[in-house]
T-cell receptor
Framework: KNQVEQSPQSLIILEGKNCTLQ??????????LRWYKQDTGRGPVSLTI?????NTKSNGRYTATLDADTKQSSLHITASQLSDSASYIC??????????????FGRGTQLTVWP | DTEVTQTPKHLVMGMTNKKSLKCEQH?????MYWYKQKAKKPPELMFV???????INESVPSRFSPECPNSSLLNLHLHALQPEDSALYLC?????????????FGPGTRLTVL
């Protein structure tokens, strides 16, 4: 069964600190993995997208890693800011080679950054 | 233009009303999607259009009726909804080649059914 599991479910950190969010998946065949940031009541915004051959990708203070062998990904946030408070969703795309390939969503990690 | 727009941002309707949600993109994408998202849950796929034709209907009740008038527009017509249909409705679009399956989401329409 194609699933995406994220941990932790929620996380509270102080402003300026770093944190790492985890994603494990069983989606097969694999096409790509993305991390989205979703503010409450808003649509998801893409942070990174990685294919099978990519191990690390950065976008400003966000760095995502992918281990396709163990089917694990992480999202590292450095020097957190209050505006980083949001839900971070791991999404895995099935590799059927079609634009209609399904996206499998994790339930998200709710990050709260305190001043 | 690299964004997906949705209108209205908020919608409150009664169970007997008829309303429509609208989605627009000008990125030349040929795949468009409707998702429903309840609070603290991941988005759930409802419909997929490819080249203006409905290709996937995830067993959505007929009180939701999608329409794709052209490659840039996607509508969701609502009729006789139930209170449990209250949710954030997200539209997304995707390309047909290159990074297949990369989807760009709109900001969503917050729907409340009274």
């Amino acid at each position: 069964k194609n699933q995406v599991e994220q941990s932790p479910q929620s996380l509270i950190i102080l402003e300026g600190k770093n944190c790492t969010l985890q994603c494990n998946y069983t989606v097969s065949p694999f096409s790509n993995l993305r991390w989205y940031k979703q503010d409450t009541g808003r649509g998801p915004v893409s942070l990174t997208i990685m294919t099978f051959s990519e191990n690390t990708k950065s976008n400003g203070r966000y760095t995502a890693t992918l281990d396709a062998d163990t089917k694990q990904s992480s999202l590292h946030i450095t020097a957190s800011q209050l505006s980083d408070s949001a839900s971070y969703i791991c999404v895995v795309s099935a590799g059927r080679g079609s634009t209609l390939g399904r996206l499998y969503f994790g339930r998200g990690t709710q990050l709260t950054v305190w001043p | 233009d690299t964004e997906v727009t949705q209108t209205p941002k908020h919608l409150v309707m009664g169970m007997t009303n008829k309303k429509s949600l609208k989605c627009e993109q000008h990125m030349g994408h040929r795949a468009m999607y409707w998702y429903k998202q309840k609070a603290k849950k991941p988005p759930e796929l409802m419909f997929v259009y490819s080249y203006e034709k409905l290709s996937i209907n995830e067993s959505v009740p007929s009180r939701f009726s999608p329409e794709c008038p052209n490659s840039s527009l996607l509508n969701l017509h609502l009729h006789a909804l139930q209170p449990e249909d209250s949710a954030l409705y997200l539209c997304a679009s995707g390309r047909t080649s290159g990074r297949a399956n990369e989807q760009f989401f709109g900001p969503g329409t917050r729907l409340t059914v009274l």
